[in-house]
T-cell receptor, first 115, second 116 residues
Framework: SAVISQKPSRDICQRGTSLTIQCQVD?????MFWYRQQPGQSLTLIATANQGSEATYESGFVIDKFPISRPNLTFSTLTVSNMSPEDSSIYLC????????????FGEGSRLTVL | GDSVTQMEGPVTLSEEAFLTINCTYT??????LFWYVQYPGEGLQLLLK?????DKGSNKGFEATYRKETTSFHLEKGSVQVSDSAVYFC???????????????FGQGTILTVHP
């Protein structure tokens, strides 16, 4: 298993600003993923963070809006840029290291409110 | 594309009642199936999983059987407790061709409330 820590756990942000969420894993993992959970909805994958290469974004998400870094096998950041109230969500970091097993471990999430 | 559909909630039960949360899926390959649980104020945790047809995943009294013929993975528990109150997510990982390395597709989640 892996223990995942995210920060901030919550924040209130002003429209037009950007916020970076940090994700730390207690062990080396191959794959890290960023999900969004909008109020009352399920989890939607934003992107896959690959160590040593650019992130792979899902349909509807772009690098300019959600730049991601993955400098090593235990750490990743997600930035939510030029925020609007529609970006108010819980953002979750997850990690999985075993090909084909599919099991992911999750952080507790970062709850962002954009005013 | 892949999708997961869960029964609509919320679900409210009395302690010791029987629980079923329905989950059906659509996938192009042969997915692995999961149930995740999110307790109040906590992150998502894996509850159980099944990686091939007819497998039964079980944990903490919860069970789910991978039914390929009905593309279902219903969650059941014979006697729920107040401490089971949480949000339950059905999910699949379709690693066909190795292109979905660990990526999960989630259902919409079902809120379960258990009263004493």
């Amino acid at each position: 298993s892996a223990v995942i820590s995210q920060k901030p756990s919550r924040d209130i942000c002003q429209r037009g600003t950007s916020l970076t969420i940090q994700c730390q894993v207690d062990s080396q993992v191959t794959m890290m993923f960023w999900y969004r959970q909008q109020p009352g909805q399920s989890l939607t994958l934003i992107a896959t963070a690959n160590q040593g290469s650019e992130a792979t974004y899902e349909s509807g998400f772009v690098i300019d809006k959600f730049p991601i870094s993955r400098p090593n096998l235990t750490f990743s950041t997600l930035t939510v840029s030029n925020m609007s109230p529609e970006d108010s969500s819980i953002y979750l970091c997850s990690a999985g290291g075993k090909r084909g097993a599919g099991e992911l471990f999750f952080g507790e999430g970062s709850r962002l409110t954009v005013l | 594309g892949d999708s997961v559909t869960q029964m609509e909630g919320p679900v409210t039960l009395s302690e010791e009642a029987f629980l079923t949360i329905n989950c059906t899926y659509t996938a192009t390959g042969y997915p692995s199936l999961f149930w995740y649980v999110q307790y109040p104020g906590e992150g998502l945790q894996l509850l159980l999983k099944a990686t091939k047809a007819d497998d039964k995943g079980s944990n903490k009294g919860f069970e789910a059987t991978y039914r390929k013929e009905t593309t279902s993975f219903h969650l059941e528990k014979g006697s729920v407790q107040v401490s089971d109150s949480a949000v339950y997510f059905c999910a699949l990982s379709d690693d066909a061709g190795g292109t979905s390395y660990g990526k999960l597709t989630f259902g919409q989640g079902t809120i379960l409330t258990v009263h004493p």
